[in-house]
């Protein structure tokens, strides 16, 4: 069963969720077949298809993979914010403290997401050019988009992480990915939300980032 949202509706409510995730009730698997299905079908370059989904329900291993998210997180190192991007960041007072908030309880409750997708690409980008690595994180992004529209329309709330970044070799070890052929690209923990009534956020006004003809 889907939700009722237009097109606008989905594009504009589908939030980062990491308070207002079920921890008690199991993500079907066809559920998460579907919204892949769905990713697949997104536009990558070339036609290369060089996406990979790996999905982490079993109780065990999910303990592990949490884990290593939280040390991979307390290890990671932001970029240094400019004043414009505090400007943004700040567009709705609160807003940060309110992410920041929403990190620790996500950090705190990971082990208990009924679901991990770890989106991945083949080829790593590590020392390449700004060209290649254009064409490759712009072969897995809309695929992991689309994934995150797809849980969105089906109940399910998501988050875009990459908190693993530190830790990226071990956690391929422990998911028997084969690490210098292909890129953890980021971590999603997937789980019903708790309720459906998100809302679009507050964005920087539309002339801070539209440019016509010129820079």
Known sequence: MTLELSPDELLSTTRAVRRRLDFDRPVPRALIEECVDLATQAP??????????????EAAQRREVAEVFRRALARGEAAPLTRD??????VQPGTMSRVFD????LADNVHRVPAFVIPA????TDTASAEV???????ILPAVWSFMLAARARGLGTVWTTAHAPLERELSAILGVPYDDVMLAAFLPLAYTL???????????RDRVLHWQRW
């Open 44 to 57: 990558t370059g070339r036609n290369r298809q060089r996406w990979h989904f790996l999905v982490v329900t």
């Open 85 to 90: 991007d505090l400007v943004r960041m700040n």
């Open 102 to 105: 929403g990190v620790r309880y």
């Open 121 to 124: 690409v083949e080829g790593r």
């Open 133 to 139: 690595q254009a064409g490759t994180w712009g072969s």
């Open 195 to 205: 309720g459906t009534d998100f809302k679009p956020a507050v964005r920087v006004p």
